[in-house]
């Protein structure tokens, strides 16, 4: 069965510094697509970065960055220069199969320091 | 930008009352799907639907159903709320295809309470 661990329940970091949040996946296709949300405490879900299994470089968008390690079924979700306003929860979640159905891990929620 | 609207933020039921949570997206996408979100647990998929009138049910869907009549709308029952019941709602939309670019949009969410 297809599943998403995200292992860190809570992370914080100091305003201006980069942090990691973990997620390793666990499926038998060859052919998937791993995702990163931001849930801030007003509750939406803002998609923040993809990466595709066939993708040879790792996705980056703006201050986000994916590190995709395939063989150890990983995609930890890089932020820099981390700001007050990324205070917030984080999902990686994976695409499963057709109709672009996700699964999601538990998620992490990130305090940013002063 | 795509919209996904949830009829309400907060909701307050009592236990045995039928339910409704209503979604709307306005990007004309042909998938729609219902989570509920615990502390701890993540997003569980309770249903989803490819086309009007198509449901499929996801990990969670006992004691719900939903309703597709319109490609815009897409409407989550719970015919007799229970206090187990009570969770975050979060409806999405998403295109059709599955390209890099084509991920779920949600709206808001509804938190609600059954007591």
């Known amino acids: 069965a297809q599943k998403i661990t995200q292992t860190q329940p809570g992370m914080f970091v100091q305003e201006k510094e980069a942090v990691t949040l973990d997620c390793t996946y666990d499926?038998?296709?060859?052919?998937?697509?791993l995702f990163w949300y931001k849930q801030p405490s007003s509750g939406e879900m803002i998609f923040l970065i993809y990466q595709g299994s066939y993708d040879q470089q790792n996705a980056t968008e703006g201050r986000y960055s994916l590190n995709f390690q395939k063989a150890r079924k990983s995609a930890n979700l890089v932020i820099s220069a981390s700001q007050l306003g990324d205070s917030a929860m984080y999902f990686c979640?994976?695409?499963?199969?057709?109709?672009?159905?996700?699964?999601f891990g538990a998620g992490t929620r990130l305090a940013v320091h002063p | 930008d795509v919209k996904v609207t949830q009829s309400s933020r907060y909701l307050v039921k009592r236990t045995g009352e039928k339910v409704f949570l209503e979604c709307v997206q306005d990007?004309?996408?042909?998938?729609m799907f219902w989570y509920r979100q615990d502390p701890g647990l993540g997003l569980r998929l309770i249903y989803f639907?490819?086309?009007?009138?198509?449901?499929e049910k996801g990990d969670i869907p006992e004691g719900y159903s939903v309703s597709r009549e319109k490609k815009e709308r897409f409407s989550l029952i719970l015919e007799s709320a229970s206090t187990n019941q009570t969770s975050m709602y979060l409806c999405?939309?998403?295109?059709?295809?599955?390209?890099?670019?084509?991920?779920?949009?949600f709206g808001p969410g509804t938190r609600l309470t059954v007591l």
């Open positions: 499926t038998s296709d060859p052919s998937y697509g």
């Open positions: 639907s490819y086309d009007v009138k198509m449901k």
């Open positions: 979640a994976m695409r499963e199969g057709g109709y672009n159905k996700l699964i």
């Open positions: 999405a939309s998403s295109p059709r295809t599955s390209g890099p670019t084509d991920t779920q949009y």
């Open positions: 990007m004309d996408h042909e998938n």
